[in-house]
């Protein structure tokens, strides 16, 4: 799974994620509560994935991302297998979308400073 993000790890931003032999997933977050949340949700044809984060700062240094997936809405049923992958993929997938936003924040911190 790759992941790419359009823009700064804000609400309004956009996030793309590949899986191989799928189309795109393309998804917006919704909420950024600096450095303790965020949640993003992926729109459906009448469903909706959202997805809620969790960072919690370990003793000692580094980050526990916690993730926790919702699946609604009229057409839920007919993505749930499609969904189920994200199950399968979560713990590889956090480390390289955890890069992408690490990334983005070095991104925004070096045009930050150059202005």
Do not use: C
């Amino acid at each position: 799974m790759e992941f790419e993000l359009d823009g700064p790890f804000a609400p309004g931003s956009k996030l793309t994620s590949r899986v191989p032999g799928q189309e795109p997933w393309h998804s917006v977050i919704r909420e950024v509560h600096a450095e303790t949340a965020a949640s993003i949700e992926m729109l459906l044809a009448e469903a909706v994935l959202r997805f809620d984060w969790r960072f919690d700062e370990l003793f000692g240094g580094g980050t526990r991302i916690t993730q926790r997936l919702t699946l609604s809405g009229e057409n839920a049923a007919a993505y749930a297998e499609e969904v189920a992958i994200f199950e399968k993929t979560v713990p590889e997938g956090m480390k390289k979308l955890a890069a992408v936003l690490a990334q983005a924040e070095a991104d925004s911190r070096h045009a930050g400073s150059a202005g």
